[in-house]
C-alpha cells in the first residue's frame, strides 16, 4: 500500500512542479527561444478530457447504464 500511496504522490508532486515551473513563462514561445514551458497545458487538458469521457463510456458499459 505504500508503494502504491509513494507512486500516486510522486505523479502528482511531479505535475505540481512542471505547472509551477511553467506558471510564470510566456503561454507561447517561438521556435529556439528561451523560457519557455515545459508543459503544453491545453494539449494535456484536452487528453485528459478525452481520456476522463473514455473512462466514463466504459465504466458506463459496465455497469449498465444508458449515456
Not at 10 to 30: E, H, Q
Not at 47 to 59: L, M, T
Request: hydrophobic fraction near 50%.
Amino acid at each position: 500500500m505504500r508503494v502504491f500511496l509513494g507512486f500516486i504522490l510522486g505523479v502528482l508532486l511531479t505535475i505540481l512542479v512542471a505547472y509551477m515551473a511553467d506558471a510564470g513563462r510566456a503561454p507561447v514561445c517561438p521556435a529556439g527561444a528561451t523560457g519557455c514551458p515545459l508543459v503544453n497545458w491545453d494539449e494535456a487538458n484536452l487528453r485528459f478530457k478525452n481520456a476522463q469521457a473514455a473512462i466514463q463510456s466504459a465504466w458506463n458499459r459496465l455497469t449498465g447504464h444508458k449515456d
